[in-house]
């Protein structure tokens, strides 16, 4: 992830060859991720269905001429559902231009391309102007910066009555087994109930219009089983290193993690617009 990646560049105990040692180590391991990830049609829990549902709670008009920014797109999966859907220009935003070279290929090839524009930068560091989009929408991607960073951040880019549309990882109750809250709270600390996202949102004067939870198999069947069907193949690539090994390792045990905890957390999409008139 881009705040894995991050963290590991700004140790303070780092001079000299070691932080030559330390960025070396992190761009290998961000090859690795690449590695895995580019040729997936997802990098986090989603579905093109749950992307089409998000955008039935707009209410957006679809022939209407629509900026729209997908930041933290990956390489792509709802940024080419909004440009199939909507009468739009998607700005699709992601740190890791592999990423974007391959959501290039893939929205030619659905002959959409033309609707896409990809911009190589990190999402907390957006040069759009202000008021200048009808839409925000990020799918899994806003914990890189926190939820809260990202909602203030990005809301003078939004127009009156323009909306941010996110999904993001929520606790389903508010009693969970020890384990698992250690857990997330040392990955994320920001996780939180949807009640506590609202807040969030009304604190920083969104007006939040719809919630939903995504369901299993945007985790099981859109996810994770594409994820451990390419292992195999990953591993082959990188000759069985005991890097690209600790990579799959990670990954499964996220995944068993989800697996065993799935009543307790999940990804929440969240539906929030600015207040006034759309115009």
């Not at 930041?71 to 792509?76: H, M, N, Q, V, W």
Request: aromatic content about 10%.
């Amino acid at each position: 992830s881009e705040q894995a990646h991050q963290s590991s560049l700004n140790s303070p105990h780092c001079d000299g060859l070691q932080l030559q040692s330390a960025i070396d180590a992190a761009l290998d391991n961000l090859s690795l991720l690449i590695d895995l990830y580019v040729d997936s049609e997802r990098q986090g829990p989603g579905s093109d269905a749950c992307t089409k549902k998000a955008l039935q709670l707009t209410g957006l008009n679809r022939e209407e001429p629509l900026q729209i920014a997908d930041l933290g797109c990956g390489t792509g999966a709802s940024a080419m559902v909004l440009a199939e859907e909507l009468n739009a220009k998607v700005l699709a935003v992601d740190f890791l231009q592999p990423f974007l070279d391959a959501l290039n290929a893939r929205s030619s090839e659905r002959g959409i391309g033309d609707q896409i524009d990809t911009i190589c930068c990190s999402i907390d560091a957006l040069t759009f102007k202000d008021q200048s989009l009808d839409v925000i929408w990020s799918e899994g991607a806003m914990y890189n910066i926190g939820f809260e960073n990202g909602a203030r951040a990005w809301k003078r880019c939004l127009k009156p009555g323009g909306y941010l549309v996110a999904s993001e990882i929520t606790w389903l109750t508010r009693d969970r087994p020890a384990e698992l809250t250690q857990r997330w709270e040392s990955e994320y600390p920001e996780i939180g109930l949807a009640s506590e996202k609202f807040e969030v949102l009304e604190q920083l004067g969104y007006i939040p219009d719809a919630y939903f939870i995504l369901p299993e198999d945007c985790w099981l069947d859109h996810y994770y089983k594409p994820m451990q069907d390419r292992f195999e193949a990953y591993l082959e690539r990188n000759n069985q290193s005991d890097d690209a090994r600790a990579v799959v390792a990670g990954e499964q045990a996220e995944i068993d993690l989800y697996r065993k905890y799935k009543s307790f957390f999940g990804y929440g999409m969240y539906v929030a617009r600015v207040p006034g008139e759309r115009r």
